[in-house]
Nanobody, 125 residues
Framework: QVQLLESGGGLVQTGGSLRLSCAASGRAFSAYAMGWFRQAPGEEREFVAA????????AYADSVKGRFTISRDNAKNTVYLQMNSLKPEDTAVYYC??????????????????WGQGTQVTVSS
């Protein structure tokens, strides 16, 4: 069992930056592929970014490519999402997720086994 706790959300103006963190419990963190998803009101939860067991495997949604960067620090059991050049359409609850089985970055939310409670990101225009 893995518990995930997101932090770092908040209110920011258009063009600003935020860094989200997701701290994981347990000793197997380095063996999990990790992902970030987001859900805006009335919308489906959508893929944002993912990182494999090896940090060399990453994937991004087209809408965030070039603006967001996912990274992981296995010594701290933490995955990060650096978000730059934020836009109002990035406003959503952001969720961290862990995939027990995949080695590479996984874009399919159905493959993730554990989810955090989410952190709100609001971008004002």
């Amino acid at each position: 069992q893995v518990q995930l706790l997101e932090s770092g959300g908040g209110l920011v103006q258009t063009g600003g930056s935020l860094r989200l963190s997701c701290a994981a419990s347990g000793r197997a963190f380095s063996a999990y592929a990790m992902g970030w998803f987001r859900q805006a009101p009335g919308e489906e939860r959508e893929f944002v970014a993912a990182i494999g067991v090896s940090a060399g495997s990453t994937a991004y949604a087209d809408s965030v490519k070039g603006r967001f960067t996912i990274s992981r620090d296995n010594a701290k059991n933490t995955v990060y999402l650096q978000m730059n050049s934020l836009k109002p359409e990035d406003t959503a609850v952001y969720y961290c997720a862990a995939d027990r089985l995949s080695l590479r970055a996984t874009t399919n939310k159905g493959q993730y086994d554990y989810w955090g409670q989410g952190t709100q990101v609001t971008v004002s225009s």
